[in-house]
């Protein structure tokens, strides 16, 4: 094979996924999601939550939280070099989310089969509380990014 066509080949990185990924993402830049670490099966985001992101109560909308996770889901899953689609999620809220707090996701793989993995990710505050945690199953295609 010559130079240029195994460069066409050549498996995009972690990060060069991710970034492909942001790049088309309008909701994620809409929260203003920072990626902080990427790697094969894990991802690490941080957001603030900011005015238009509460709701009635004053708080943050339970949106957010997830929003996030399912950004941390999505990286990390496909930061393998493979397409992988979220097909089940669910979200426990364990405590308030207030203005002006500064979330980090954290993901991590914790099975990847042939068609399907699964996905933990654990959102914390500035002061490292818990306030909420996501578990995602996700399919894994063979569309190669």
């Given at each position: 094979?010559?130079?240029?066509?195994?460069?066409?080949?050549?498996?995009?990185?972690?990060?060069?996924?991710?970034?492909?990924?942001?790049?088309?993402?309008?909701?994620?830049?809409?929260l203003?999601?920072?990626?902080?670490?990427?790697?094969?099966?894990?991802?690490?985001?941080?957001?603030e939550?900011t005015?238009?992101?509460?709701?009635g109560?004053?708080?943050?909308?339970g949106?957010?939280?997830?929003?996030?996770a399912?950004?941390?889901?999505?990286?990390?899953?496909?930061?393998?070099?493979?397409?992988?689609?979220?097909?089940d999620?669910?979200?426990?809220?364990?405590?308030?989310?207030?203005?002006?707090?500064?979330l980090?996701?954290s993901?991590?793989?914790?099975?990847?089969?042939?068609?399907?993995?699964?996905?933990?990710v654990?959102?914390?505050?500035?002061?490292g509380?818990?306030?909420?945690?996501?578990?995602?199953?996700?399919?894994?295609?063979?569309?190669?990014?």
């Amino acid at each position: 094979m010559n130079r240029s066509l195994s460069a066409l080949y050549r498996m995009k990185t972690p990060r060069e996924i991710v970034e492909t990924m942001i790049a088309h993402d309008a909701f994620s830049q809409l929260l203003g999601m920072e990626l902080l670490s990427i790697e094969k099966g894990s991802s690490v985001l941080r957001c603030e939550v900011t005015n238009s992101m509460t709701n009635g109560f004053g708080i943050a909308h339970g949106g957010i939280t997830y929003s996030l996770a399912d950004s941390a889901l999505a990286f990390a899953s496909n930061a393998h070099g493979v397409h992988c689609f979220s097909v089940d999620t669910n979200i426990a809220h364990l405590k308030k989310v207030k203005l002006g707090d500064v979330l980090t996701a954290s993901c991590t793989e914790s099975h990847r089969g042939k068609r399907t993995g699964v996905y933990l990710v654990d959102i914390q505050n500035q002061e490292g509380v818990r306030v909420a945690y996501f578990r995602g199953t996700v399919f894994i295609s063979t569309e190669v990014w």
